[in-house]
């Protein structure tokens, strides 16, 4: 069945581009979550590691990622390769008819990342961008009870991890950049997703803590087009505890909340109040599940091909202003 073509059957059949330390998480939910997905292969840069995945999900190994998408049976793709590689193989998928789940970032920078919007226009399949943070349980607690706070006064999101073993994370020519392109992503996609307003300038400083090429290690101030909010970003990739604190300040009160560590807290005055929440959820499975419903549904993706194109303009700019030292716009495609 042509990518191209309304998809009305139940059951889809996968390629899974990219099965690394990240990948295999889609790997995972698809073998044992998803039913009514068959993964019909898989291309890793290691074949040997790739030839044993297939074996353990039961399904092709290719030998290059070109021959999993000449495959006519396969409808969609996941993708999940260091961001260097995303704009041929989105293009090639595009021109193959598959319709495309993308791991961000999107690109490496915003000329490619508009040349693969313009691609996926032109032959008329449909990708999605994989922001997977959008689908976290703490997050989206957080969104629904912003308009609890009156006018927003000001956000400020941190992300912090231990320094990455992925190697190829510190190589410039796959990465296409450090912490701010990789992770800072997420923060400027939640920024959008939570408060509604699109970022118009950055201020934004850098330093290396343990890689030597890309940088590990950032802040930034950011300004929105429509609203007096100010938002401070934080990211690093030099510390031996994980965090990913949400703060959000509004003139009726206060959110304070931790989507790695699942808790939440409302501020009224002096009161600190507890929020209850459920179970962490997976979110790469939320994904998966959200990309599959809409190709079957024939309804809008929920984070979409602008979606990723905004997020890399904005950490463009975050480049753009540690280098320069001032204050820079963000240039939206």
Same mark, same amino acid.
């Given at each position: 069945?042509?990518?191209?073509?309304?998809?009305?059957?139940?059951?889809?059949?996968?390629?899974?581009?990219?099965?690394?330390?990240?990948?295999?998480?889609?790997?995972?939910?698809?073998? @044992? /979550?998803?039913?009514?997905?068959?993964?019909?292969?898989?291309?890793?840069?290691?074949?040997?590691?790739?030839?044993?995945?297939?074996?353990?999900?039961?399904?092709?190994?290719?030998?290059?990622?070109?021959? #999993?998408?000449?495959?006519?049976?396969?409808?969609?793709?996941? %993708?999940?390769?260091?961001?260097?590689?995303?704009?041929?193989?989105?293009? @090639?998928?595009?021109?193959?008819?598959?319709?495309?789940?993308? +791991?961000?970032?999107?690109?490496?920078?915003?000329? @490619?990342?508009?040349?693969?919007?313009?691609?996926?226009?032109?032959?008329? %399949?449909?990708?999605?961008?994989?922001?997977?943070?959008?689908?976290?349980?703490?997050?989206?607690?957080?969104?629904?009870?912003?308009?609890?706070?009156?006018? #927003?006064?000001?956000?400020?999101? =941190?992300?912090?991890? +231990?320094?990455?073993?992925?190697?190829?994370?510190?190589?410039? /020519? #796959?990465?296409?950049?450090?912490?701010?392109?990789?992770?800072?992503?997420?923060?400027?996609?939640?920024?959008?997703?939570?408060?509604?307003? @699109?970022?118009?300038? %950055?201020?934004?400083?850098?330093?290396?803590?343990?890689?030597?090429?890309?940088?590990?290690?950032?802040?930034?101030?950011?300004?929105? $087009?429509?609203?007096?909010?100010?938002?401070?970003?934080?990211?690093?990739?030099?510390?031996?505890?994980?965090?990913?604190?949400? $703060?959000?300040?509004?003139?009726?009160?206060?959110?304070?909340? /931790?989507?790695?560590?699942?808790?939440?807290? +409302?501020?009224?005055?002096?009161?600190?109040?507890?929020?209850?929440?459920?179970?962490?959820?997976?979110?790469?499975? $939320?994904? #998966?599940?959200?990309?599959?419903? =809409?190709?079957?549904?024939? %309804?809008?993706?929920?984070?979409?091909?602008? /979606?990723?194109?905004?997020?890399?303009?904005?950490?463009?700019?975050?480049?753009?202003?540690? +280098?320069?030292?001032?204050?820079?716009?963000?240039?939206?495609?």
């Amino acid at each position: 069945m042509s990518g191209r073509s309304t998809i009305m059957e139940s059951l889809l059949r996968f390629g899974l581009i990219g099965v690394g330390r990240h990948g295999s998480r889609y790997a995972k939910h698809i073998n @044992e /979550d998803f039913p009514q997905i068959d993964l019909i292969g898989l291309w890793r840069r290691n074949a040997g590691e790739g030839k044993s995945q297939a074996r353990q999900y039961g399904c092709r190994y290719f030998r290059t990622y070109s021959d #999993l998408l000449a495959d006519k049976s396969i409808d969609a793709v996941v %993708v999940v390769l260091p961001p260097a590689l995303n704009l041929s193989v989105c293009e @090639e998928a595009a021109f193959r008819g598959k319709h495309i789940l993308l +791991e961000k970032p999107m690109a490496i920078n915003v000329r @490619e990342a508009v040349r693969i919007r313009q691609t996926i226009s032109r032959y008329g %399949v449909r990708l999605m961008v994989s922001q997977t943070l959008r689908f976290n349980a703490v997050v989206k607690t957080v969104k629904a009870r912003i308009p609890q706070l009156g006018s #927003l006064h000001s956000i400020h999101l =941190s992300q912090r991890f +231990e320094p990455s073993p992925l190697a190829w994370l510190d190589r410039r /020519d #796959l990465s296409g950049g450090g912490i701010i392109l990789h992770t800072g992503v997420h923060s400027f996609d939640l920024l959008r997703f939570l408060t509604g307003e @699109e970022v118009d300038k %950055v201020s934004c400083m850098i330093n290396r803590v343990v890689t030597r090429d890309t940088e590990d290690n950032f802040s930034a101030i950011m300004t929105f $087009e429509r609203s007096n909010i100010i938002a401070s970003v934080m990211g690093s990739r030099g510390t031996k505890g994980r965090n990913g604190l949400i $703060e959000v300040a509004g003139e009726d009160g206060q959110l304070i909340a /931790d989507h790695v560590h699942n808790h939440f807290y +409302e501020v009224r005055g002096m009161e600190l109040r507890p929020i209850e929440l459920g179970s962490p959820v997976p979110t790469v499975y $939320e994904a #998966l599940k959200a990309f599959y419903d =809409s190709l079957c549904g024939e %309804v809008p993706f929920p984070v979409t091909i602008d /979606d990723g194109v905004i997020a890399v303009a904005i950490a463009e700019a975050c480049y753009r202003s540690a +280098e320069t030292g001032t204050w820079e716009n963000v240039s939206y495609p």
